[in-house]
């Protein structure tokens, strides 16, 4: 049984930085970030595959947050930037089992961490 297993989430300030990190156990192909804010969706944010491709969602993120992926330790790490009361949310790792170009939707990830939250005070 494949765990993620999430860290690094906190209260800080708008324009402060964090990094999230998630661990996997197993073998996974695409590891993702995914965050709902509360009274919201849940919504994509950055992924990145086997072959290194990566996908941010829209200029919410982009320039902002940027993901890496250390694949000797099986960990994905979200390094954001600047960050905005807007970001408040709680952040979801998720990966996925099967080999596949990056995705953005959320069904095509079999296994998700509990989470960790993230708050920006203005």
């Known amino acids: 049984q494949v765990q993620l297993v999430e860290s690094g989430g906190g209260l800080v300030q708008a324009g402060d930085s964090l990094r999230l990190s998630c661990a996997t156990s197993?073998?996974?192909?695409?590891m993702a970030w995914f965050r709902r804010a509360p009274g919201k969706e849940r919504e994509f944010v950055a992924a990145?595959?086997?072959?290194?491709?990566?996908?941010y969602s829209g200029d919410s993120v982009k320039g902002r947050f940027i993901l890496f992926r250390s694949f000797g330790e099986n960990t994905v790490v979200l390094e954001m930037n600047g960050l905005k009361p807007e970001d408040t949310a709680r952040y979801y790792c998720?990966?996925?089992?099967?080999?596949?170009?990056?995705?953005?939707?959320?069904?095509?990830?079999?296994?998700w961490g509990q989470g960790t939250q993230v708050t920006v005070s203005s």
């Open positions: 197993g073998r996974v192909y695409t």
């Open positions: 990145v595959n086997w072959s290194g491709q990566v996908a």
């Open positions: 998720a990966a996925a089992s099967q080999r596949a170009p990056v995705t953005q939707w959320a069904n095509d990830y079999d296994y």
